[in-house]
């Protein structure tokens, strides 16, 4: 199913904050790449049920895809930090498993036990 007319609704929204819009090689409007902020049409296919359900539930697609790839992209960059620091984290563990920690004695009173 092809959906037709899918940001009628919600241009005028947009409208007054978008940048000047300017023609792309095929002549087709685009937003200018790399401004901040500014938002492009773009082609998904999904299962049609899917879809379907959706649409009956009211979920506003743009939005909920623009969540997941935002969450999705964020965890693959704390998956490439702990992959690029893995020596340092791996170094840490051993001296705080042969020292310990500076605090770890910290919130204790003589006497009075442990929290």
């Known amino acids: 199913m092809r959906i037709t007319r899918a940001h009628t609704t919600t241009a ?3 409208c007054a904050q978008l940048p000047p819009i300017t023609p792309n090689s095929r002549g087709s409007a685009i937003s200018p790449r790399g401004t901040p902020g500014a938002k492009r049409a773009t082609n998904v296919s999904l299962r049609s ?8 539930a009211g979920v506003n697609l743009s939005a909920t895809l623009e969540r ?5 992209l964020a965890r693959l960059k704390r998956r490439q930090w702990r992959e690029q620091h ?3 984290i791996a170094a ?16 204790s009173i003589e006497g009075a036990g442990r929290f």
């Open 12 to 14: 005028s929204l947009y």
């Open 49 to 56: 049920e899917l879809l379907e359900a959706a649409r009956e």
């Open 68 to 72: 997941a790839l935002t969450e999705e």
């Open 86 to 88: 893995a020596g340092a």
């Open 92 to 107: 840490y563990n051993e001296q705080c498993e042969k020292h310990g920690t500076f605090s770890a004695g910290a919130g």
